[in-house]
T-cell receptor, first 114, second 108 residues
Framework: GAVVSQHPSRVICKSGTSVKIECRSLDFQATTMFWYRQFPKQSLMLMATSNEGSKATYEQGVEKDKFLINHASLTLSTLTVTSAHPEDSSFYIC??????????FGDGTRLSIL | TQLLEQSPQFLSIQEGENLTVYCNSSSVFSSLQWYRQEPGEGPVLLVTVVTGGEVKKLKRLTFQFGDARKDSSLHITAAQPGDTGLYLCAAGYSTLTFGKGTMLLVSP
């Protein structure tokens, strides 16, 4: 099946640091990539949808200047958490899709801000 | 946005027992997916249902889609510890809306 790679799997950093998370589709071209956030014992909450070569569409309540998304190619999207604070600590998951095909998820990134 | 209600939120059972997880909405689904997520990992797609009344089987897992396409269920027969995880239903196709999930714990 389709493979989506997410890197890094875990990040621990100090408050005020900016953190970049990469999401790659390894064996297919992803026209659309999605970024989710998941708090402990909760479900996935969609943060933003990005299409290759265009600006991301953010869900209500998600700060676009805080969570910068770049989708420069059909196989790579990045999420940068700028000036991260402890409340940004969470599990971030990306997924990739193409047309009407089901989304394929990465294994997530555990972000811990001290 | 389609609101998905999942029940129960948490289920703890012994190995060998059967269980059913439900996913309901007041809206009609164009399609519905069931995922299983293990701690520290991303969700893995189990099945997609698109036709009202549809029943799909995946080994010991049976998925049913309601006739009106507003509800779905996941039944696990003879649960095993390896079935432990968060089971999520999601609606939509290109953009997914997830239910809150059912955390299943199967003890040996």
């Amino acid at each position: 099946g389709a493979v989506v790679s997410q890197h890094p799997s875990r990040v621990i950093c100090k408050s005020g640091t900016s953190v970049k998370i990469e999401c790659r589709s390894l064996d297919f071209q992803a026209t659309t990539m999605f970024w989710y956030r998941q708090f402990p014992k909760q479900s996935l909450m969609l943060m933003a949808t990005s299409n290759e070569g265009s600006k991301a569409t953010y869900e209500q309540g998600v700060e676009k200047d805080k969570f910068l998304i770049n989708h420069a190619s059909l196989t790579l999207s990045t999420l940068t958490v700028t000036s991260a604070h402890p409340e940004d600590s969470s599990f971030y998951i990306c997924s990739a899709g193409s047309g009407d095909q089901p989304q394929h998820f990465g294994d997530g990134t555990r972000l811990s801000i001290l | 946005t389609q609101l998905l209600e999942q029940s129960p939120q948490f289920l703890s059972i012994q190995e060998g027992e059967n269980l059913t997880v439900y996913c309901n909405s007041s809206s009609v689904f164009s399609s519905l997916q069931w995922y299983r997520q293990e701690p520290g990992e991303g969700p893995v797609l189990l099945v997609t249902v698109v036709t009202g009344g549809e029943v799909k089987k995946l080994k010991r897992l049976t998925f049913q889609f309601g006739d009106a396409r507003k509800d779905s269920s996941l039944h696990i027969t003879a649960a095993q510890p390896g079935d432990t995880g968060l089971y999520l239903c999601a609606a939509g196709y290109s953009t997914l809306t997830f239910g809150k999930g059912t955390m299943l714990l199967v003890s040996p």
